[in-house]
T-cell receptor, first 117, second 113 residues
Framework: AQKITQTQPGMFVQEKEAVTLDCTYD???????LFWYKQPSSGEMIFLIY??????QNATEGRYSLNFQKARKSANLVISASQLGDSAMYFC??????????????FGQGTILTVHP | EAGVAQSPRYKIIEKRQSVAFWCNPI?????LYWYQQILGQGPKLLIQ????????DSQLPKDRFSAERLKGVDSTLKIQPAKLEDSAVYLC???????????FGPGTRLTVL
């Protein structure tokens, strides 16, 4: 079974500063993928970034980077130069990528990020 | 490129009534997912289709929930009869293939009174 834990119910950051959102995971699968999604108040889940378990380099997408520490089973999201539009709920998710898996995502509880001007 | 479309956006019903949700995935996406998101929680997969076949419905309450994906494109999710605990946002997502990135629709917010 897979489990995602996001221990920060809420985070605050000043505009233009960087912020790290924590995510730890538990799985017995050797091959898996880790995702971050953003969910604004409108409700739609927006894909941000993906990291494969065998990727040696941390993934980056614009202002988003994923700090992947495999031994610690953590996949923290770093947002640089925060903007007011970054205020939203952020979800960490994972999926097994092999064997009998069909690609189902398992989500954490989410972290609400508030960016102050 | 058009995203995943869902309708209705909001629905209010009384318990024991029936309700249906519709999803149109991104063109060409073979894999379609229905997730349930209860307030304050992350989404939970209800059912996954590959083309018009079901590949995972292990968490679908089959006594009241049903879903179909005719012709491998649009999909409908039905609840009959609804219970109070079915109040949630129902999200539809699609991907090119089972291990592609999943793109989500805006969701349908269901309130059961």
């Amino acid at each position: 079974a897979q489990k995602i834990t996001q221990t920060q119910p809420g985070m605050f950051v000043q505009e233009k500063e960087a912020v790290t959102l924590d995510c730890t995971y538990d799985t017995s699968d050797q091959s898996y993928g880790l995702f971050w999604y953003k969910q604004p108040s409108s409700g739609e889940m927006i894909f941000l970034i993906y990291q494969g378990s065998y990727d040696e380099q941390n993934a980056t997408e614009g202002r988003y980077s994923l700090n992947f520490q495999k031994a610690r089973k953590s996949a923290n999201l770093v947002i640089s130069a925060s903007q007011l539009g970054d205020s939203a709920m952020y979800f960490c998710a994972m999926r097994a990528e092999g064997g009998t898996s069909y690609g189902k995502l398992t989500f954490g509880q989410g972290t609400i990020l508030t960016v102050h001007p | 490129e058009a995203g995943v479309a869902q309708s209705p956006r909001y629905k209010i019903i009384e318990k024991r009534q029936s309700v249906a949700f519709w999803c149109n995935p991104i063109s060409g996406h073979a894999t379609l997912y229905w997730y349930q998101q209860i307030l304050g929680q992350g989404p939970k997969l209800l059912i996954q289709f590959q083309n018009n076949g079901v590949v995972d419905d292990s968490q679908l309450p089959k006594d009241r929930f049903s879903a179909e994906r005719l012709k491998g494109v649009d999909s409908t999710l039905k609840i009959q009869p609804a219970k109070l605990e079915d109040s949630a946002v129902y999200l539809c997502a699609s991907s090119l293939a089972p291990f592609g990135v999943q793109f989500f629709g805006p969701g349908t917010r269901l309130t059961v009174l």
